[in-house]
């Protein structure tokens, strides 16, 4: 392996225990991790207000389980395969909502991402709307030069765990985005009925 990549796994692994980021399944195809935590600004949805400070479970993309993109870039069989990951990955994450009383005070699920266009219709956003989430535009709380950042990080994990990602994002071009739904609609969407 790269010894640059190495040092990245190594530093992404350190700061995900620090963050609090953490697995919360042994199952290979789940995709998702999970940091426990507050919203620092108020999320508005149609019918109801999140307000700031209250209780959330952030969702994070579990960097080496993600599906390799294939060379060319990716396909209708890379697209489906990736939803179909996600929705098994939202399953486990309710059952452990369901069976973990430490997070009945969780209000709402979701992130912050670069994976979803805040602008244009494309399969991310469209597969995340059609798991019931509500996209809304990043809320910078360390400003542009926080985002660049946060950005610059997220390329060099692109890079480190999917390299052929790397060449289809451009790391000034990215944006990013932030994907939520409540507790409840969670659980009605994804948990065990």
């Known amino acids: 392996m790269n010894p640059l990549r190495s040092i990245i796994r190594r530093f992404d692994d350190w700061l995900s225990h620090v963050e609090g980021v953490e697995p919360f399944t042994d199952d290979p195809q789940c995709i998702m991790r999970i940091q426990t935590g507050q919203i620092e600004h108020d999320i508005i949805f149609s019918?109801?207000?999140?307000?700031?400070?209250s209780r959330a479970l952030f969702l994070h993309f579990w960097n080496n389980h993600m599906p390799i993109l294939p060379d060319g870039g990716p396909d209708l069989a890379y697209g489906l395969r990736f939803q179909r990951a996600i929705v098994h990955s939202m399953k486990l994450i309710a059952q452990h909502i369901q069976n973990e009383p430490s997070l009945d005070e969780i209000q709402i699920v979701g992130g912050i991402t670069t994976f979803i266009s805040?602008?244009?219709?494309?399969?991310?956003?469209?597969?995340?709307?059609?798991?019931?989430?509500?996209?809304?535009?990043?809320?910078?709380?360390l400003g542009a030069f926080g985002e660049f950042w946060e950005n610059f990080y997220g390329w060099w994990l692109m890079w480190t765990y999917n390299p052929v990602?790397?060449?289809?994002?451009?790391m000034f071009e990215m944006q990013r985005t932030e994907f939520w739904m409540t507790k409840e609609n969670f659980l009605d969407r994804f948990g065990k009925k």
């Open 118 to 141: 805040r602008e244009q219709a494309d399969g991310g956003r469209a597969t995340f709307q059609h798991l019931g989430f509500t996209i809304f535009p990043y809320h910078r709380v």
């Open 47 to 53: 019918n109801r207000t999140i307000r700031s400070g």
């Open 165 to 170: 990602s790397a060449r289809y994002r451009k």
